[in-house]
């Protein structure tokens, strides 16, 4: 079985980003870029499934900047197989990047994509359901668990209050969340390894997905600040100020 | 035009963020000639939410779309009913709260539409201009759709009142046309925390734990004085993967988004993605026995100390 994962190269999540003084966007130059968290999970869970015999053959894909293949050479020195870069000089959105995917699950006829439930730097939360949505396939967001046998996937699904397991058939399309797995560090034998993986860069102009922003950003500002706060220096102190200065207990 | 927001529940009750989804709602009908705003509950044996939305205030006419394969509420029934629904009506917007359920449905709702939904809205601007938090809260996106015929939008309970159960009483339709799920999704089960868990995100007090309570065990301190102020516990990521606690406890970036009266956040550092959980909270309190934690920098009251010493003595002198 097949298996596609999708990547987005992304500020690393250490990073506190800044808002550019004219207002249009963040400032991202020489900040440190990683891939996104969500997405080294889907990239574990896939070597996961072919170290269990499940998956014969990962595929990586990531959209975006020639920069984008240090991500994809990271996915296959964690053990990916081959990797593909649709090469994009401007942002995609969720949409557009459903399609590009949705263009490439139809040339690679994967049973199974994984992605990371939301990207740390938009945190829209989108791609996975609006390319399940596209395909018309099930879809098995939030994943903690992941189970394949005899042509279906059972999900267990992190949602508000527990947690719910889904039975889909396959082909499907999984988000990762958290406690799926912990991802493996990637060892420098691994890393020489990759450098020899296929890597394939396809111009996004070639796939015919339309890429014209729908949403127009008109501002990104930072949030308000907090006024400073004060220290107390005991538990009676904290319980009088909640009591008669905040008024909230 | 219309606006229509899908209603999240189980079937027993309506969740209180469609009440703040609702209110988002009525602001849009408001900058926008005050469309009618229109409810659709999907689910199985759900009448008794269609009654509860139709006291929701702001609310002008309920939807039930009621059949037993709409009971488990997966993506793919649920958004194919909508999109049936979707075409009866002459809808400007399709709006669902920015919980687990909203954001599962949405937006495969939105690619059948071919929109480009915009995610987790705190503030209307106009009918196609909403502000919401990119970067883990860090920055506060304006955006405009100006060319999809139909926005679609999920809302974050923080940025908006719920709207009152009130009086109202807006008539409720049956939904004759129930579309198939040909998809072949099935449920196999549910595990929920028992009834008694308060749901954090409508709290109006919520207390958190971190990496600094150590194990599992000392959760229950926390939970002690939870009990106490009719609190919601909430956790942060590191507790949650050090396995303290469920998922469904974190507060952040990727869990859940709350901003009660009250946030004590004890033995928590305080990382960015924390922060982007529970910073609009309007009083916050940190306990923490590293002075330099950055959690201190966003709280009103500061207490430096062992979290597990001042535990029991707040709870005691509540």
């Given at each position: 079985m097949k298996v596609l994962v999708s990547i987005k190269r992304v500020v690393d999540f250490t990073v506190k980003v800044r808002v550019k003084s004219d207002g249009s966007g963040v400032d991202l130059d020489n900040v440190k870029m990683s891939m996104n968290p969500f997405d080294e999970i889907a990239v574990e869970e896939a070597i996961r499934l072919k170290e269990r015999g499940i998956v014969t053959e990962i595929v990586t894909v990531s959209i975006g900047s020639s920069a984008c293949q240090e991500t994809l050479r990271t996915a296959m020195a964690m053990g990916a197989d081959r990797s593909i870069l649709i090469e994009s000089e401007n942002d995609l959105e969720p949409l557009a990047v459903a399609k590009v995917l949705k263009a490439l699950v139809l040339k690679e006829n994967p049973q199974l994509v994984i992605l990371g439930k939301q990207a740390i730097d938009d945190d829209s939360n989108q791609t996975g359901q609006l390319l399940a949505g596209l395909l018309d396939w099930p879809q098995g967001t939030f994943a903690s668990k992941l189970e394949l046998a005899s042509g279906k996937a059972v999900v267990t699904r992190e949602i508000d209050g527990g947690l719910e397991t889904l039975e889909l058939p396959l082909p499907a399309v999984i988000t990762t969340d958290l406690r799926l797995n912990e991802p493996r560090y990637t060892t420098l034998p691994n890393i020489m390894k990759a450098k020899k993986r296929p890597l394939d860069i396809v111009k996004v102009g070639d796939l015919q997905v339309d890429p014209t922003l729908r949403l127009t950003t008109l501002k990104v500002e930072a949030p308000r600040p907090r006024k400073a706060g004060i220290r107390v220096a005991s538990v009676e102190e904290l319980v009088t100020k909640l009591r008669d200065e905040a008024k909230v207990i | 035009m219309s606006i229509l927001v899908l209603a999240e529940h189980d079937n027993v009750a309506l969740k209180p963020a469609t009440q703040h989804t609702i209110s988002a709602g009525a602001k849009i009908s408001e900058k926008g000639g005050n469309p009618e705003v229109h409810v659709l509950v999907v689910g199985e044996d759900a009448e008794v939410v269609a009654q509860a939305s139709a006291r929701v205030a702001?609310?002008?006419?309920?939807?039930?779309?009621?059949?037993?394969?709409?009971?488990?509420?997966?993506?793919?029934?649920?958004?194919?009913?909508?999109?049936?629904?979707?075409?009866?009506?002459?809808?400007?917007?399709?709006?669902?709260?920015?919980?687990?359920f909203g954001k599962n449905v949405l937006p495969r709702i939105a690619a059948r539409l071919d929109v480009q939904q915009i995610s987790g809205i705190i503030e209307v601007l106009t009918v196609d201009t909403f502000i919401r938090p990119i970067y883990a809260g860090n920055a506060l996106a304006t955006v405009q759709s100006a060319t999809d015929a139909i926005k679609v939008l999920t809302v974050l309970s923080t940025g908006f009142d719920a709207a009152a159960v009130a009086q109202g009483n807006a008539p409720i339709e049956s939904v004759k046309e129930i579309v198939n799920d040909p998809s072949g999704t099935r449920l196999l089960g549910r595990q929920l925390s028992s009834g008694e868990k308060l749901e954090l995100t409508a709290a109006k007090v919520v207390?958190?734990?971190?990496?600094?309570?150590?194990?599992?065990?000392?959760?229950?301190?926390?939970?002690?004085?939870?009990?106490?102020?009719?609190?919601?516990?909430?956790?942060?990521?590191?507790?949650?993967?050090?396995?303290f606690v469920p998922n469904d406890y974190q507060v952040g970036q990727t869990g859940k988004i709350v901003a009660p009266d009250l946030y004590i956040a004890v033995g928590i550092s305080g990382a960015i993605q924390h922060l982007a959980g529970m910073r609009d909270s309007k009083v916050i309190v940190a306990i923490n026995k590293d002075p330099d934690a950055p959690i201190f920098q966003v709280a009103d009251y500061g207490l430096v100390g062992d979290a597990l010493e001042i535990l029991p003595q707040l709870t005691a002198q509540l």
């Open positions: - | 702001g609310v002008n006419k309920v939807f039930l779309a009621d059949a037993s394969h709409l009971g488990a509420q997966t993506a793919e029934a649920v958004s194919a009913q909508v999109l049936q629904h979707i075409q009866t009506g002459d809808y400007s917007h399709v709006l669902a709260p920015a919980t687990t207390v958190s734990g971190g990496r600094g309570l150590q194990k599992a065990e000392n959760f229950k301190l926390l939970e002690a004085l939870a009990a106490k102020l009719n609190a919601a516990v909430g956790a942060s990521r590191a507790a949650v993967d050090a396995g």
